[in-house]
């Protein structure tokens, strides 16, 4: 089962998350500031939970929560702990009601921290954020009943082996809370599934495999192999992601996300998968819901042999029905005039476009290659 997931916001629905700056919270007194951010938590506690129910009621399995949703909570500054806030329990309990909500509708909750997190930067200072940030997700993450928080591979600074190793070393730094839930996802631009697998086996942190980024960043993997090794490093329903570039893949800049998918972006070996998969599209619900309805559908081109022994190819997305309107003359001048017609052969296609690729090539066969095709398959008929 595929188990689709939204990321952060959304396009059309009535749902915001709050957040504040640095230089607005600066502005206030600090007794002033830990009650306006307290009201922000809140807020974005009852968006939160808004968003779960939009999902629970759109069969989106997945939402991921965004970063600031404890708005600067980390900053060294303005950060603060959550028992500092006027309404700390509070909000802790509408977190956990939150949680509550999606174990119940059967919604995973995931995080995914701003590209500033790198564990393995030689900077120390930059480290020690990287972390504070790390254990602050994971906390929510814990309330919410989130089981991924996923970062990239980093730099790699001249030397990727040694980078490496550094993201491991750093590894032990972490919490069993937030270790638990870490994982490494491959980029569009330092790191490929093939050099982090190697880390993720050794140090037992799962690889969410960015599909997109994999094919703008190459390596020697295939997508089916690099999808088999992905899951493999998993104690639990992998997480990957999905997306399509905004001008093709021969535009000039491929790592730009479109608002929505193209189905053919989508791997046919991820279909019979029990996988979560965050689509990152710009048109956030509206291209979740799309792309749920694409995958939902079955195309089929077909071949019926008519009465007078000739062949007709087309495509359907039902087949009895259509044969039906074959026979009642309603469905091809062709086939009207050679009736009746009979199924020969069909054969399943993931969209409608496929289809139309697969019926094209099927009509260019000669006769002694559509009978091959038909013979290949036991009685004559076949879900391919």
């Known amino acids: 089962m595929i188990r689709l997931g939204l990321c952060c916001i959304f396009r059309e629905q009535p749902i915001r998350f709050r957040n504040t700056t640095v230089k607005a919270m600066s502005a206030l007194p600090r007794e002033a500031a830990l009650a306006r951010l307290s009201s922000l938590c809140l807020k974005n506690a009852e968006a939160l939970l808004a968003a779960l129910q939009f999902c629970a009621a759109s069969g989106i399995g997945c939402f991921r929560i965004n970063s600031q949703i404890l708005p600067v909570k980390t900053h060294a500054e303005c950060g603060?702990?959550?028992?500092?806030?006027?309404?700390g329990a509070e909000i802790v309990q509408r977190f956990r009601d939150c949680g509550e909500f999606a174990a119940s509708h059967d919604?995973?909750?995931?995080?995914?921290?701003?590209q500033f997190v790198v564990l393995n930067s030689p900077r120390p200072d930059v480290v020690?954020?990287?972390?504070?940030?790390?254990?602050?997700?994971?906390?929510?993450?814990?309330?919410?009943?989130?089981?991924?928080?996923?970062?990239h591979g980093g730099g790699a600074y001249g030397d990727k082996p040694a980078a490496l190793d550094r993201f491991a070393s750093t590894l032990s730094r972490l919490s069993d809370r937030a270790r638990s839930r870490l994982t490494v996802e491959n980029d569009d631009v330092t790191y490929t599934p093939s050099e982090l697998l190697p880390l993720c086996r050794r140090e037992g942190v799962p690889l969410v495999y960015d599909v997109h980024h994999h094919r703008?960043?190459?390596d020697e993997l295939s997508v089916e192999a690099a999808t088999e090794?992905?899951?493999?490093?998993?104690?639990?329903?992998?997480?990957?992601?999905?997306?399509?570039?905004?001008?093709?893949?021969?535009?000039?800049?491929?790592?730009r996300h479109h608002d929505f998918i193209d189905l053919p972006d989508f791997p046919d070996c991820w279909r019979d998968l029990s996988l979560t998969v965050e689509v990152e599209a710009k048109a956030k619900e509206l291209a979740v819901l799309r792309l749920r309805k694409q995958l939902a559908e079955q195309w089929f081109v077909y071949i019926?042999?008519?009465?007078?022994?000739?062949?007709?190819?087309?495509?359907?997305?039902?087949p009895d029905r259509r044969i039906q309107q074959h026979n009642a003359g309603t469905a091809s001048r062709y086939t009207r005039g050679r009736l009746p017609a009979v199924l020969a052969y069909q054969e399943l296609q993931p969209s409608r476009s496929m289809a139309l690729k697969r019926e094209l090539a099927i009509k260019a066969m000669s006769r002694t290659g559509k009978e091959s095709l038909i013979a290949s398959v036991e009685n004559g008929k076949s879900d391919y």
Request: net charge negative; aromatic share 10%.
């Open 80 to 87: 603060y702990e959550v028992d500092d806030l006027p309404a």
């Open 107 to 114: 919604i995973r909750t995931s995080f995914h921290p701003d």
């Open 128 to 151: 020690d954020r990287s972390l504070a940030e790390l254990e602050y997700q994971a906390e929510v993450a814990e309330w919410v009943g989130a089981d991924v928080v996923n970062i």
């Open 216 to 218: 703008c960043l190459k």
């Open 229 to 255: 090794l992905a899951i493999a490093t998993w104690n639990r329903e992998p997480v990957f992601h999905i997306s399509s570039p905004l001008e093709g893949w021969t535009g000039p800049k491929p790592g």
């Open 304 to 318: 019926l042999q008519c009465a007078d022994g000739s062949f007709y190819t087309g495509i359907t997305n039902n």
